[in-house]
């Protein structure tokens, strides 16, 4: 082989990965590559920061769009648009709440490409809170954590961080809707047992949003949340580059599958993919301008009164119980997702969707299950007969029979049903996550449709005053 035009056809591995020492091959990299035909090659890996990410040589199968969706580089590029957008935005911003709401006026009717600059940094965001989502569900259904377990711990605290960047960014316009916005998702922290009240104080800095949250909230959004996260994506993409990129299943681990020199087949897709979200940011960026309200009114409030999108499913499960919602499910969902990788340790059907074939059934129908679970909980308490007896019940009696106590049952069944059945700890804690994501997803739906007075509204339905 010519070391200076390389084959697009893959390599099988003639030996297992582990059995190749670096001191065979000079410019073998962990143990990829057919031999001394990799020195050139893992040499100028080596010299470039951006090759530098990924090993010398990688399985074909990550160059398929379905195995990743790239997912973890639109994140990154995401994050990648937002310093840059963020940091001219902070040439004109004043963290004031006498003069918050005037400098945004200005960079969006007064600073050159400032309405521009202004939507791309609000839409990269949006972007990123959904990409860093999708991520983290395709590890997870994939059975990405299997030995990694501290990189999946960093990749949570990532995406804990990102919601934390979102949010702290949503009040800096300081407009009625992000006032309100943030008002009522700091009084969610009320609901959340025993630390509430210390972490709506600590987060707004009083009882109330005010001068003392938006100085907080600024130094959160443009200094301590982003050195911390810039400290962990290094981390990240070490252990990621440590542990040999994506991860493998057995017949890779053993070299029986086919690889291909990551430059040019990997490197150069995933420049086009970063040119092509830019392209799209940019192009939203220009054809939809960022909201921007008048000045907040802390005596009229916004109607209705919501979170923002990402939080949307917590406000509609606080509305049914506060204990369950803002306490007993979230900390379902964080404890799980954490214990995840430590819960189960099968190493069949890794790298791949849903685990082995003969199992994703399982997962399937959990979903469906979950689906159907969902409708006719919220149809039930959606009934005014219903909304109205629970409301006049006993706290305990709102707390146990409501929606979202309702599919934790479902998801505790599924879990014990599938596992059981599967006889395999994977598919149980993937059929219950899938009960538990459609659950997110239900309840983040059915809050978007609420309007005035948390009255629910079909989307194709014009709100009407509610007495």
Known sequence: MNVGRWSTQPVRLAVPPARLRPEASPGADAGFGPGPETEGLALRMRRNFVFHLHPAWVAERTLKPATTFGLGILTLTFSAALAATGALLMIYYVPS???????????????????????????????????????????????????????????????????GLAFTGYLLPWDQRSFWAVSVSAALLDCVPWAGEWLKRLLLGGPEVGQPALVRFYALHVAILPGLMAGLVALHLWRIRKDGGLVRGRSEASGEAPVVPAW???????????????????????????????????????????????????????????????????????????????LEREEDGVGRWFGPPGRRMAIGVSAAVALVSFILLELVFLQQGVAS???????????????????????????????RRA?????????????????????????????PMWVFFWPWEEWSLVP
Request: proline residues 6%.
């Open 97 to 163: 709440t006498r003069e918050a709401l005037a400098s945004t006026q200005d960079i969006q009717y007064a600073v050159a490409y400032g309405s521009f600059v202004r939507a791309v940094h609000r839409w990269a965001a949006h972007g990123m809170v959904l990409a860093a989502f999708l991520h983290l569900l395709r590890v997870a259904f994939c059975g990405a954590y299997f030995r990694r377990k501290l990189n999946w711990v960093i990749g949570l605290h990532l995406f804990l961080f990102t919601l």
């Open 264 to 342: 040019p087949h990997l490197v150069l897709r995933e420049a086009i993919l970063v040119l092509a979200l830019l392209t799209l940011v940019c192009l939203a960026g220009t054809l939809v301008a960022a909201p921007l309200g008048g000045a907040p009114d802390v005596h009229n409030p916004s109607s209705p009164q919501k979170t923002p999108w990402y939080f949307l499913w917590l406000q509609e499960m606080v509305s049914y119980s506060a204990p369950i919602g803002a306490g007993v499910f979230p900390g379902v969902v964080l404890l799980a997702l954490l214990l995840l990788p430590f």
């Open 389 to 419: 007896w629970l409301a006049s019940g006993p706290a305990p009696v709102r707390d146990l029979l409501n929606p979202a106590a309702g599919m934790l049952v479902v998801a505790l069944v599924v879990f014990a049903a599938a596992g």
């Open 423 to 451: 006889r395999s700890a994977r598919t149980a804690c993937l059929a219950a996550g899938a009960v538990l994501l459609v659950a997110v997803i239900g309840f983040g739906v059915v809050g978007w449709c609420r309007g």
